[in-house]
């Protein structure tokens, strides 16, 4: 169950790896792609989905939410294990 409250949308991927950038996460996956959460915009809930990330290794089969529509090729908000 997510943390993030709203319309969320759940895409399948196998996990690489994350970063903590300047202004936000990174999910980087195993296709090369990588997703972003502004720290900004989730100023409340970027620190749940970061204990989260820090639990994964890489290769994890997760799911990744995209919030409220937005384009799940370059956002993310939330990620759990499948």
Do not use: V
């Not at 300047?22 to 996956?29: I, P």
């Not at 296709?31 to 100023?43: A, I, K, L, P, V």
């Not at 990330?53 to 499948?82: M, P, Q, V």
């Amino acid at each position: 169950m997510s943390h993030i409250s709203g319309t969320l949308k759940w895409t399948n991927a196998i996990f690489l790896k994350y970063k903590e950038g300047e202004n936000g996460l990174q999910l980087f996956l195993s296709d090369g792609t990588y997703r972003t959460m502004f720290y900004d915009n989730w100023e409340d809930s970027f620190p749940t989905t970061l204990k989260k990330l820090k639990k994964l290794s890489a290769g994890s089969h997760i799911r990744f939410a995209t919030w409220n529509s937005y384009d799940k090729d370059l956002w993310f908000c939330d990620i759990e294990l499948i």
